[in-house]
């Protein structure tokens, strides 16, 4: 039943994952060049999840794969809004700018322990990591949020805030099943926030 669970469950993702790239390319190729950012950081993330290291114990919870999968993958249904005041765009693009350097920053600290389901797979303390926990969900939170506004609507903000409560309630699940490992629990004393300093 685990085997068919995790089959089914990682199909859905690899889909989810096919249709976006290719949705970027497109987008790359009608001259949205911002869209090369988001192309390089799949590719990356693909190149790390082939190449990860194999994991001590991988979470077979339903209730964490529905968070992940939801965190992850709810980005892809926000809908572009052509009537956004046109000085949104140059507000939101520096933050995507960030949002995306981040994030394939804080994916290069991860490296080989990269992966979409929580799993013991070592601790990272290096590079992004020395400063928050989870600074790649902080990447994504500010490259989400910087085409939320440049489409602003209540449907995108919504969509927004559903997806943060799925990462929040994920960083939850994981630091739950790392803290089984000591030096985990070393690293959680060492670095106090999970996505903010100071602040979260």
């Not at 995108?156 to 409560?165: A, K, P």
């Not at 939850?172 to 030096?183: A, C, G, N, P, V």
Request: aromatic fraction near 16%.
């Amino acid at each position: 039943m685990n085997l068919f669970f995790r089959i089914v469950i990682g199909g859905i993702g690899a889909t989810l994952f096919f249709f976006s790239l290719t949705a970027q390319v497109h987008r790359l190729q009608e001259g949205h060049f911002t869209a090369l950012g988001i192309i390089l950081f799949y590719l990356l993330a693909c190149f790390l999840f082939i190449v990860r290291c194999p994991s001590e114990n991988t979470s077979l919870s339903i209730k964490h794969w529905v968070f992940a999968l939801a965190g992850t993958f709810l980005p892809l249904f926000l809908l572009p809004n052509d009537t956004a005041p046109a000085y949104l765009l140059w507000v939101g693009l520096p933050l995507q700018f960030l949002g995306m350097s981040f994030s394939l920053i804080a994916l290069i600290s991860l490296g080989r322990s990269f992966g979409i389901i929580a799993a013991r797979r070592g601790v990272k303390t290096n590079g992004t990591y020395r400063f928050v926990r989870h600074p790649l969900y902080t990447g994504e939170a500010i490259w989400f949020f910087s085409i939320v506004i440049m489409n602003l609507s209540i449907y995108n903000v919504f969509l927004f805030c559903i997806q943060i409560g799925c990462q929040i309630q994920r960083m939850i699940e994981e630091e739950t099943l790392l803290s089984k490992d000591k030096t985990y629990c070393a690293y959680l004393e060492q670095v106090r926030y999970r996505m903010i300093p100071k602040f979260f």
